[in-house]
């Protein structure tokens, strides 16, 4: 079974558009994450949720929403998609402050046309 | 606020030889984590090898091993054996314990080596 699983994999879609990418773990970690790489492939932070509360909030648009309804999943909505929304979108996990390893997901590739 | 240097935008080696992949990274913490990524081209994130900075043992995982310099703020890592599935992109990263018990851990990324194993 994927430890850290994301849908879809793949997503093309029009500006403008609304666009969830769905992510649950079941590694039984507190922490999950939404890490966005750009075209030239780096990785960067976007949001962190430990056990359900919103930790990290890097300097993202306000289009860009994380939901977590439980501690295995963490959603990520974005709202009116704009070009410079592609990316490949990871997402990510940990055990939390007794674990510290981050486990990634296969990511998602977002293609805004 | 941390920084992680990858030198390398681009090697390549042949396939049996060994490789070595250099990262630096600037921090003020003395507890942190490091560890080497790797992006094959299907694009998955997968976890290499990990060090811990109070760990003066550098790690080691089957042909993959890092050389950890802490002092210099060095962590490049070793790849022996070179193998055809070794070719991907090699991301170092850093990681610092957050400061409370509720905090989360975040990983600061290099902009990466694109390593390719020549046959």
């Known amino acids: 079974d994927t430890a850290v699983s994301q849908t879809p994999k793949y997503l093309v879609t029009q500006m403008g558009n609304d666009k969830s990418i769905k992510c649950e773990q079941n590694l039984g970690h507190d922490t999950m994450y939404w890490y966005k790489q750009d075209s030239k492939k780096f990785l960067k932070i976007m949001f962190s949720?430990?056990?359900?509360?919103?930790?990290i909030n890097e300097t993202v648009p306000n289009r860009f929403s994380p939901k977590s309804p439980d501690k295995a999943h963490l959603n990520l909505h974005i709202n009116s998609l704009e070009l410079g929304d592609s990316a490949v979108y990871f997402c990510a996990s940990s055990r939390g402050p007794s674990g510290n390893t981050i486990y990634f997901g296969e990511g998602s590739w977002l293609t805004v046309v | 606020a941390q920084t992680v240097t990858q030198s390398q935008p681009e090697m390549s080696v042949q396939e049996a030889e060994t490789v070595t992949l250099s990262c630096t990274y600037d921090?003020?913490?003395?507890?942190?984590?490091l560890f080497w990524y790797k992006q094959p081209p299907s694009r998955q994130m997968i976890l290499v090898i990990r060090q811990e900075a109070y760990k003066q043992q550098n790690a080691t995982e089957n042909r993959f091993s890092v050389n950890f310099q802490k002092a210099a703020k060095s962590f490049s890592l070793k790849i022996s054996d070179s193998q055809l599935g070794d070719t991907a992109m090699y991301f170092c990263?850093?990681?610092?314990?957050?400061?409370?018990?509720?905090?989360?851990?975040?990983?600061?990324f290099g902009k990466g080596t694109k390593l390719s194993v020549i046959p």
């Open positions: 921090t003020s913490e003395s507890n942190y984590y």
């Open positions: 949720y430990n056990n359900k509360e919103l930790i």
């Open positions: 990263a850093f990681m610092k314990p957050p400061y409370s018990g509720a905090g989360s851990y975040q990983l600061t």
